[in-house]
């Protein structure tokens, strides 16, 4: 039995000269893996790239949080019918809220030059990215998807609207929220991708002794977050995950392997 990755940009430029070495040694070791897109163009890279190695290589289309403040509500709503009429779909990803990113949006607009920082005004850009979450909750829930969901400086409102919406089947991908926001989204049923952050982020090493392996999925995120900083990311260091959980767990790589493929299953129908 192995184990799957599920959130990774395998289209990602870093790998365009040995794509074909990194799926062969991801084949070894882990079962399938999820491309998630993050705009129109990287979304119509994932479906070509998961033509290409279908049954492997599985599709997750939306529009990434960062990416939001580019586009006019036409762009979106047109990406949206994009998306609507696929028919392979495993998920709706990736998408969310990244409060980060919206306040340098918000920042970099001239007026923002003449305030003083106290009396900043996220509000608006905050707006936009919720506004587009919903729609992505919606059609998630629609075409009976699950939602692969990033959630940067977010959290709290990111669970929120989630909930607002009734969203059925959700990943939160690389959570960095609290232990209390991280249970509040166990309990709503939601599963928590655990990856290769785990080597490096305290925040991580908690959350896994805090929650049940019963809320746990595995991700990578390749090409970013290597176990080793700066490094690219590829899925085949998802072993190196499952070993870790289970050295922090205290329990076997075959148990880690054999919930977390349970979650899948659930999440995903594979
Ligand atoms: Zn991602």
Same mark, same amino acid.
């Given at each position: 039995?192995?184990? %799957?990755?599920c959130?990774?940009?395998?289209?990602?430029?870093?790998? #365009?000269? #040995?794509?074909?070495?990194?799926?062969?040694?991801?084949?070894?070791?882990? =079962?399938?893996?999820?491309?998630?897109?993050?705009?129109?163009? *990287?979304?119509?890279?994932?479906?070509?790239?998961?033509?290409?190695?279908?049954?492997?290589?599985?599709?997750?289309?939306?529009?990434?949080?960062?990416?939001v403040?580019?586009?006019? #509500?036409? !762009?979106?709503?047109?990406?949206?019918?994009?998306?609507?009429?696929?028919?392979?779909?495993?998920?709706?990803?990736? &998408?969310?809220?990244d409060?980060?990113?919206?306040?340098?949006f918000?920042?970099?607009?001239?007026?923002?030059k003449? /305030?003083?920082?106290?009396?900043?005004?996220?509000?608006?850009?905050?707006?936009?990215?919720?506004?587009?979450?919903?729609?992505f909750?919606?059609?998630a829930?629609?075409?009976?998807?699950?939602?692969?969901?990033?959630?940067?400086?977010?959290?709290k409102?990111?669970?929120?609207v989630?909930?607002?919406?009734?969203?059925?089947?959700?990943?939160?991908?690389?959570?960095?929220?609290?232990?209390? !926001?991280?249970?509040?989204?166990? /309990?709503?049923?939601?599963?928590?991708?655990?990856?290769t *952050?785990?080597?490096?982020?305290?925040?991580?090493?908690?959350?896994?002794?805090?929650?049940? /392996?019963? %809320?746990?999925?595995?991700? *990578?995120? =390749?090409p970013? &977050?290597?176990? !080793?900083?700066?490094?690219?990311?590829?899925p085949a260091?998802?072993?190196?995950?499952?070993?870790?959980?289970?050295?922090?767990?205290?329990?076997?790589?075959? !148990?880690?392997?054999?919930?977390?493929? *349970?979650n899948?299953?659930?999440?995903?129908?594979?």
């Open positions: 039995m192995k184990p %799957a990755d959130h990774t940009h395998l289209y990602d430029k870093s790998f #365009d000269h #040995d794509l074909d070495k990194v799926i062969e040694r991801a084949k070894k070791l882990v =079962s399938k893996i999820i491309v998630v897109g993050e705009d129109a163009e *990287t979304n119509r890279k994932v479906l070509a790239l998961c033509k290409t190695h279908k049954g492997f290589l599985l599709p997750g289309l939306a529009i990434h949080p960062d990416r403040h580019l586009l006019t #509500d036409e !762009e979106v709503n047109k990406e949206i019918e994009f998306i609507r009429k696929q028919k392979d779909l495993v998920c709706i990803g990736e &998408c969310g809220l409060w980060l990113k919206a306040e340098q918000a920042m970099a607009n001239p007026s923002f003449m /305030l003083e920082p106290k009396n900043f005004d996220f509000r608006e850009a905050k707006q936009k990215q919720i506004g587009v979450f919903r729609k909750i919606r059609l829930n629609e075409m009976g998807l699950a939602l692969n969901v990033h959630s940067r400086r977010a959290e409102d990111t669970i929120a989630l909930k607002e919406e009734k969203a059925e089947k959700v990943l939160m991908h690389g959570f960095s929220g609290t232990i209390k !926001e991280a249970e509040e989204a166990v /309990l709503l049923g939601y599963k928590i991708a655990i990856g *952050t785990v080597f490096y982020s305290k925040q991580k090493v908690e959350l896994v002794k805090a929650i049940p /392996l019963e %809320a746990f999925v595995l991700e *990578t995120d =390749s970013v &977050c290597a176990p !080793e900083k700066g490094a690219r990311n590829e260091n998802i072993a190196s995950v499952v070993r870790r959980i289970a050295k922090i767990k205290n329990i076997t790589r075959s !148990e880690v392997i054999k919930i977390t493929n *349970t899948v299953k659930e999440l995903f129908g594979f």
